[in-house]
């Protein structure tokens, strides 16, 4: 049975920094490729950033603040968000999908994936 639970959101302010953690279990982890997708209110869902054969991609929006990593023997995906900003207010999820990269492009294909609880982000100003 495939779980992702999400972690480490809470209140913070304009330049502040928060990592959130994505543990995973019931798949071979280091064979999936893993993403964030936050959702702040009253907008569609935004894909942050991806990390997947080796190689890690980042929207424009958190592009230089934020940085996606995992780490295979726990099972788990960080995402280090540094600079926040009161627009990064949202509910992150974690996800598996398969990734597609168009060039400096890249999409995350979440529709035969799994999502996590999500954790909820809010920044201050």
């Known amino acids: 049975d495939v779980q992702l639970q999400a972690s480490g959101g809470g209140l913070a302010q304009a330049g502040d920094s928060l990592r959130l953690s994505c543990a995973a279990s019931?798949?071979?982890?280091?064979?999936?490729?893993i993403g964030w997708i936050r959702q702040a209110p009253g907008k569609e869902p935004e894909g942050i950033s991806c990390?997947?054969?080796?190689?890690?991609f980042y929207a424009d929006s958190v592009k230089g603040r934020f940085t996606i990593s995992r780490d295979n023997a726990k099972n788990t995906v960080y995402l280090q968000m540094n600079s926040l900003k009161p627009e990064d207010t949202a509910v992150y999820y974690c996800?598996?999908?398969?990734?597609?990269?168009?060039?400096?492009?890249?999409?995350?294909?979440?529709?035969?994936?799994?999502w996590g609880q999500g954790t909820l982000v809010t920044v201050s100003s």
């Open positions: 996800a598996t999908g398969v990734l597609s990269t168009f060039g400096s492009s890249w999409y995350l294909n979440t529709d035969s994936g799994s």
């Open positions: 019931g798949f071979t982890f280091d064979d999936y490729d």
């Open positions: 990390i997947g054969g080796g190689s890690e």
